[in-house]
């Protein structure tokens, strides 16, 4: 392999046609997982934007791109995947049927490990140093939005019944209900990241926005358009009112569901259920292929789901002593955390703790 490594802002446009090129040829083979824009060239060169360390390699044959790795390192040579902690898709988007050598490809970036928890499909020399697989819902739309609603109600009436129920109930309540696909107004981006904050702060978890780099990534990539990528808000109002907002990125085939939340004065009507049906009848129409909903298992996930991807974490090593004392670390971390996440015994209760102390902080 010829192996040349940039920094992003050094990568030729050429290079990043050639890295969208792929991507879309990668469909037409049947690997619609490297279309996800998270493995975009516009993903990378925002996050680049907003932190240090961003590199990506870009593998040549005969002097064309074959395959462009996207990832982040430290000084000593510690590598993760582009958007580690936010990213859903990870890996190196590549020509259908290439292969290469992962520690290969470690060498010539300069790294001893390289860490990743959402590696998609299709990355067979990676996947071969995966420490688990996890499942990723995704809605299936490329059949048309009628199709999807048709497999709902064929695995669950009751709850296509009750959610379009509780959009009538909120009409008559409240007002007309409205939902824009594309919205491009920066305050209702605004509003949106104040209430997956103050979401985060009430449920006890770490709240992403407290960290300026996380806004100034989510702003840059609202600002972004391109033929093939976009930063997505999507807003349900009522009576004129914001009641859910949406934000994520999109390509021509794959909307990842990334920023949801809502005002929790309009929690009664399931306004995020809602918000998930209208933005899967608007990528339907778009003629997208699916929404990617995010590894992990959630009710509503569960709710909205019409089929499962897989995506694997894990680490690619070199015998280096940097990458065993890395492995050292975070092992018995991620362990820790997929077991309480897969045993409903174990997270219950402490699903419970943690908004409990979301409760007495808000209180503070």
Not at 66 to 73: A, D, I, N, S
Not at 177 to 194: F, G, Q, S
Not at 296 to 320: F, I, P
Request: overall charge positive; proline content about 5%.
């Amino acid at each position: 392999m010829n192996i040349s490594v940039y920094r992003p802002g050094d990568l030729t446009a050429a290079d990043r046609a050639a890295w969208s090129a792929l991507q879309a040829a990668a469909v037409e083979d049947g690997s619609p997982q490297l279309a996800n824009p998270f493995l975009a060239p516009e993903f990378a060169l925002a996050v680049g934007r907003c932190r240090a360390g961003v590199r990506i390699a870009v593998v040549r044959e005969d002097g064309e791109p074959v395959g462009f790795f996207p990832y982040q390192r430290t000084a000593l040579g510690v590598g993760r995947a582009i958007g580690l902690g936010l990213s859903d898709a990870q890996g190196l988007v590549h020509r259908t049927g290439f292969q290469w050598d992962a520690r290969e490809l470690l060498h010539a970036c300069g790294l001893s490990v390289w860490e990743f928890d959402h590696l998609v499909e299709g990355q067979k020399p990676f996947e071969v140093s995966a420490s688990g697989a996890f499942r990723s819902p995704v809605m299936d739309v490329e059949q048309g939005f009628e199709s999807y609603l048709a497999a709902l109600r064929k695995q669950s009436p009751k709850f296509l019944r009750a959610t379009f129920a509780k959009e009538r109930r909120l009409g008559r309540d409240v007002g007309e209900v409205r939902y824009v696909h594309d919205e491009r107004d920066p305050e209702m981006l605004r509003t949106l990241i104040a209430w997956k904050s103050a979401q985060y702060r009430r449920t006890g978890r770490s709240d992403r926005f407290a960290r300026a780099w996380i806004v100034r990534l989510v702003e840059q990539l609202f600002h972004t358009r391109t033929e093939s990528f976009a930063g997505l808000l999507s807003v349900l109002y009522a009576g004129g009112r914001p009641v859910a907002a949406h934000f994520g990125p999109r390509s021509r085939q794959v909307l990842c569901c990334w920023f949801p939340s809502y005002d929790p004065a309009f929690g009664k009507f399931s306004p995020g259920l809602l918000l998930h049906l209208h933005m899967a009848e608007g990528a339907a129409a778009a003629g997208m292929a699916y929404l990617d909903l995010g590894r992990g298992d959630k009710t509503y996930k569960d709710s909205l789901k019409t089929r499962e991807l897989s995506v694997w974490e894990g680490w690619v090593m070199r015998r280096h002593p940097v990458a065993l004392g890395h492995r050292a670390r975070r092992a018995p971390v991620r362990a820790l955390r997929n077991t309480v996440v897969s045993r409903p015994e174990l997270f219950e209760p402490a699903d419970r703790l943690l908004k409990r102390v979301g409760r007495l902080r808000q209180g503070d």
